[in-house]
Protein backbone atom coordinates (compact mmCIF):
# COMPACT_ATOMS: atom_id res chain seq x y z
CA UNK A 1 0.00 0.00 0.00
CA UNK A 2 1.75 3.12 -1.17
CA UNK A 3 2.23 5.43 1.63
CA UNK A 4 0.07 9.06 1.04
CA UNK A 5 1.46 11.40 3.79
CA UNK A 6 3.16 14.32 2.16
CA UNK A 7 6.93 14.49 3.05
CA UNK A 8 6.33 12.20 5.49
CA UNK A 9 10.31 11.48 5.96
CA UNK A 10 10.51 15.51 6.84
CA UNK A 11 7.84 15.79 9.04
CA UNK A 12 8.91 12.83 11.06
CA UNK A 13 12.41 14.43 11.69
CA UNK A 14 10.22 17.51 12.68
CA UNK A 15 8.01 15.83 14.66
CA UNK A 16 11.20 13.89 16.53
CA UNK A 17 12.61 17.25 16.86
CA UNK A 18 9.76 19.28 18.54
CA UNK A 19 9.54 16.76 20.89
CA UNK A 20 12.88 16.31 22.02
CA UNK A 21 12.87 20.39 22.42
CA UNK A 22 9.65 19.85 24.78
CA UNK A 23 10.73 16.94 26.66
CA UNK A 24 14.12 18.97 27.61
CA UNK A 25 12.27 22.48 27.87
CA UNK A 26 8.68 22.11 29.22
CA UNK A 27 6.15 24.38 28.37
CA UNK A 28 5.54 28.07 28.84
CA UNK A 29 8.97 29.69 27.32
CA UNK A 30 9.07 32.34 24.73
CA UNK A 31 8.82 31.79 20.97
CA UNK A 32 11.99 32.52 20.63
CA UNK A 33 13.73 29.97 22.78
CA UNK A 34 11.90 27.30 20.80
CA UNK A 35 13.33 28.85 18.08
CA UNK A 36 17.03 28.58 19.10
CA UNK A 37 16.70 25.22 20.08
CA UNK A 38 14.90 23.45 17.50
CA UNK A 39 17.41 25.21 14.66
CA UNK A 40 19.93 23.54 16.70
CA UNK A 41 17.55 20.15 16.84
CA UNK A 42 17.24 20.29 13.40
CA UNK A 43 20.65 20.50 12.19
CA UNK A 44 21.39 17.44 14.59
CA UNK A 45 18.82 15.66 12.69
CA UNK A 46 20.26 17.22 9.37
CA UNK A 47 17.13 18.98 7.85
CA UNK A 48 17.99 22.00 5.84
CA UNK A 49 15.91 24.86 6.99
CA UNK A 50 15.73 28.85 7.06
CA UNK A 51 14.43 30.50 9.97
CA UNK A 52 12.25 33.45 9.07
CA UNK A 53 12.56 33.45 5.33
CA UNK A 54 10.31 36.17 3.71
CA UNK A 55 8.29 34.65 1.25
CA UNK A 56 6.35 36.23 -1.28
CA UNK A 57 2.13 36.16 -1.20
CA UNK A 58 0.55 35.80 -4.02
CA UNK A 59 -2.62 36.89 -5.98
CA UNK A 60 -3.45 36.28 -9.52
CA UNK A 61 -0.24 35.37 -10.32
CA UNK A 62 1.65 38.72 -8.91
CA UNK A 63 3.23 39.48 -5.43
CA UNK A 64 1.02 41.59 -3.42
CA UNK A 65 2.99 40.73 0.29
CA UNK A 66 5.60 38.78 2.10
CA UNK A 67 5.22 36.54 4.80
CA UNK A 68 7.87 35.43 7.39
CA UNK A 69 7.21 31.93 8.91
CA UNK A 70 9.15 30.68 11.79
CA UNK A 71 11.13 28.43 9.61
CA UNK A 72 10.53 27.27 6.49
CA UNK A 73 12.18 23.33 6.05
CA UNK A 74 13.76 21.64 3.51
CA UNK A 75 12.15 24.35 1.17
CA UNK A 76 8.81 22.18 1.65
CA UNK A 77 7.31 22.74 5.01
CA UNK A 78 6.34 26.04 6.38
CA UNK A 79 6.83 26.05 10.04
CA UNK A 80 4.86 28.56 12.73
CA UNK A 81 5.46 28.62 16.20
CA UNK A 82 3.20 29.40 18.92
CA UNK A 83 3.97 29.64 23.25
CA UNK A 84 0.22 30.18 23.96
CA UNK A 85 -1.65 28.73 26.83
CA UNK A 86 -4.45 28.00 24.29
CA UNK A 87 -4.09 27.76 20.41
CA UNK A 88 -7.34 29.65 18.73
CA UNK A 89 -9.22 27.51 15.57
CA UNK A 90 -7.60 31.38 13.59
CA UNK A 91 -4.61 30.55 13.65
CA UNK A 92 -5.00 26.99 11.50
CA UNK A 93 -7.35 29.43 9.43
CA UNK A 94 -3.99 31.53 8.90
CA UNK A 95 -1.96 29.19 8.34
CA UNK A 96 -3.85 27.33 5.15
CA UNK A 97 -4.19 30.98 3.93
CA UNK A 98 -0.52 30.91 4.10
CA UNK A 99 0.14 28.15 2.37
CA UNK A 100 -2.52 29.10 -0.54
CA UNK A 101 -0.57 32.49 -0.67
CA UNK A 102 2.64 30.98 -0.95
CA UNK A 103 2.35 27.97 -2.99
CA UNK A 104 3.78 25.63 -0.31
CA UNK A 105 1.49 22.62 0.37
CA UNK A 106 2.43 21.82 4.17
CA UNK A 107 2.55 23.76 6.85
CA UNK A 108 2.72 22.89 10.88
CA UNK A 109 1.63 24.91 13.64
CA UNK A 110 3.16 23.83 16.59
CA UNK A 111 2.05 25.09 20.06
CA UNK A 112 4.61 24.83 23.17
CA UNK A 113 2.52 26.87 25.72
CA UNK A 114 0.72 24.14 27.75
CA UNK A 115 1.46 21.48 29.56
CA UNK A 116 0.37 18.96 25.84
CA UNK A 117 2.79 19.78 23.34
CA UNK A 118 0.38 20.99 20.69
CA UNK A 119 0.75 19.55 16.30
CA UNK A 120 -1.40 20.93 13.66
CA UNK A 121 -0.70 19.89 9.87
CA UNK A 122 -2.29 22.00 7.09
CA UNK A 123 -2.60 21.01 3.93
CA UNK A 124 -3.02 23.01 0.57
CA UNK A 125 -3.16 21.05 -2.56
CA UNK A 126 -5.37 23.22 -5.19
CA UNK A 127 -5.01 22.54 -8.43
CA UNK A 128 -7.47 24.69 -10.65
Known amino acids: MEDKL ?5 TYKIRAALFQVY ?13 KALAHEFS ?7 KEKRLNVYY ?3 IVGHYIPDFVI ?5 LELKSLN ?14 KGTHYKLGLLVNFGTSRLTIRRKIWDYHP
Open 6 to 10: LYRDI
Open 23 to 35: NTLGFGHKEIVYQ
Open 44 to 50: KQKLQFT
Open 60 to 62: DNI
Open 74 to 78: EDKVI
Open 86 to 99: FLAKDLEKQLIYYL
